[in-house]
């Protein structure tokens, strides 16, 4: 099976960045689906990014104009460049890849934004 290996995490003051890192290990198909979620203490997990194989991605409004994801293909690695850093971002950001009918979950990896 895939296997999602993050890493990256740690912890920021408000306003810091950070760049979470996911590599994909195994079989691994073309025009597969990467992306982030998160989950905070207490929550439900929820979307914080999604890139296409080759097209736009999508973010939750809550980070637009502060995160960025990017992939390559070449590495099967995706990337989450998170800037302007917030407390409310404090979460364990997980990794996805969907393939075919298959779903893949990272780890997680520990994000906390305080001061």
């Known amino acids: 099976q895939v296997h999602l290996v993050e890493s990256g995490g740690g912890l920021v003051q408000p306003g810091g960045s950070l760049r979470l890192s996911c590599a994909a290990l195994?079989?691994?198909?073309?025009?597969?689906?990467m992306g982030w979620y998160r989950q905070a203490p207490g929550m439900e997990r929820e979307l914080v990014a999604t890139?296409?194989?080759?097209?736009?991605?999508n973010y939750a409004d809550s980070v637009k104009g502060r995160f960025t994801i990017s992939r390559d293909n070449a590495k099967n690695t995706v990337y989450l460049q998170m800037n302007s850093l917030k407390p409310d971002d404090t979460a364990v950001y997980y990794c996805?890849?969907?393939?075919?009918?298959?779903?893949?979950w990272g780890q997680g990896t520990q994000v906390t934004v305080s001061s």
């Open positions: 890139s296409p194989w080759d097209g736009t991605p």
């Open positions: 195994g079989t691994i198909f073309r025009g597969n689906l």
């Open positions: 996805y890849q969907r393939q075919f009918v298959r779903d893949y």
